[in-house]
């Protein structure tokens, strides 16, 4: 198994207000990562997102074993959203400086056979292989809402005024909840985890074709990113990529 990563702070931002970890052990044959993409203004969203990951990271490490099953793994990945919530509300709540922040949380665990994730907010988890690409995780935003309910097309979603409007943060309230995904992995396959300031500028198919014929897949992160900047970098990227 195989991971590479890259955060860059875009162009129209000053700051990055993204965070991510990657970790892989070639002794368990498993990777643990995680991406966030803070918010609460430029100095409180860079702590929630640091915080969050590093605490996410920290209990995560702690609970995850070689051979623990889809179940234990779901466990495990919750209750590391639990952490890092408590730690970024607690901050936010004991510092006016930090008031109101948080910060969005896509987390995975990954063997050669699976990935287990963990979601909070609009960063996502996408699947890759040679039949294609999938998003596997759901964004917790006003669009998706709007168009799970019919009311919205993908196509006016990605102009909708409101479209970075997210109905589910970490660290806002003191608790909350994620939604888990389990998806099946092959030799071969990819697993990507990222911030919005991929996927609002980058088609799906990009990010594909990149990841898969594009070149060096060790090279393609850099590649995306100079996608997303060559097209105004209008916010922070961050991508996690693994691969099996």
Not at 34 to 49: E, L, Y
Not at 64 to 93: D, I, W, Y
């Amino acid at each position: 198994m195989l991971g590479w990563a890259i955060t860059d702070t875009g162009v129209a931002r000053r700051e990055n207000q993204d965070f991510y970890h990657l970790e892989l052990s070639h002794a368990t044959g498993l990777a643990v990562c995680v991406v966030c993409d803070g918010m609460g203004g430029m100095r409180s969203g860079n702590v929630a997102s640091r915080v969050a990951a590093d605490a996410f990271i920290t209990d995560l490490l702690l609970q995850v074993k070689p051979g623990m099953s889809h179940k234990s793994l779901k466990t495990a990945l919750a209750a590391a959203v639990s952490a890092a919530n408590a730690q970024v509300f607690e901050k936010a709540r004991t510092n006016a400086a930090y008031y109101g922040m948080g910060t969005t949380l896509i987390g995975a665990v990954v063997t050669p056979e699976y990935a287990v994730m963990a979601n909070v907010g609009d960063s996502r988890a996408y699947h890759i292989s040679g039949d294609g690409i999938t998003q596997v995780s759901r964004d917790h935003s006003l669009v998706e809402d709007l168009m799970h309910r019919g009311e919205l097309s993908r196509e006016e979603a990605k102009h909708h005024p409101s479209k970075n409007l997210i109905t589910r943060a970490l660290g806002t309230d003191g608790i909350v909840a994620p939604d888990l995904f389990i998806r099946e992995m092959a030799e071969g396959d990819f697993l990507l985890l990222c911030t919005d300031g991929l996927t609002n500028v980058v088609e799906d198919m990009e990010i594909l074709f990149e990841v898969l014929h594009g070149g060096d897949p060790s090279l393609a992160c850099e590649r995306l990113v100079s996608m997303a900047n060559s097209r105004g970098g209008p916010d922070n990227t961050t991508i996690v990529l693994i691969h099996i």
